[in-house]
């Protein structure tokens, strides 16, 4: 669905496109993940099944899937229960870079491309476009907790690489909430989303050289199943690192 008032309200028919065959997430891959944020509502019909299709896309080790619930359209009658208002401008913000629209279900691939977030066909052609684009560009990055913080170690620009200045964000994840919607558009269904951001955290700006982080563990939401670590470069472009952690 497109975002009222200066982008109208336009509802985007839900795309099917499956055959997608899992595969479990192994340690020690040598590549970065890829991250898809999708940005999704309870209050949109659009979107269950865009939030099917990242629960199978999250199955992949080559990718990290995230859901950002967004508020805009809890005036139709329900209130998102998981959204916040910083992903709506997030997703805001992402507009402004790419295609001048904000929608619901839309998904971002590695910072760089959006498309619809139920078509898998699109995202998959997206995977296939960054990654090929942010091979060169990766940037390393390690997570641990001692002594209460979690430390992060980002590593150098690589010499060619486009990217020298960003953020390193921490996002605190539970893997799966099912929610029962009691009005709107979804009235009567139980979606289950997968990979909700409780919150993001700035560890702190990076520009292009070898960096440590030290995040206080009381400034992270606590009742996460796990985190994810990513760089991004500013303003709001590629995501040039990414790492999960369990702690």
Known sequence: MKTPSAFGVLAL????????????????????????????????????????????LSERSDVIAL????TYWDYLGWKDTLARPEYSERQRRYATVQSGEVYTPEAVVNGLKECVGSDLGAIESALKATASLLRKETVPLSVRQESGKLVIEAGAAPEDSRHKAGKVWVAAVRRSADVAIGAGENKGRKVTYTNVVLGLTEAGGWHGAPSSYAVPSGSIPKDRDMLVVFLQAEPLGAIVGAARFRG
């Open 67 to 70: 859901s950002f619930p967004v």
């Open 13 to 56: 028919a839900a795309i099917s496109g499956w055959g997608l065959e899992p595969c479990f997430a192994q340690a020690g891959s040598p590549a970065q993940p890829s991250i898809i944020e999708l940005f999704t509502s309870q209050g949109c019909s659009s979107c269950p099944p865009a939030d099917r299709l990242l629960k199978q």
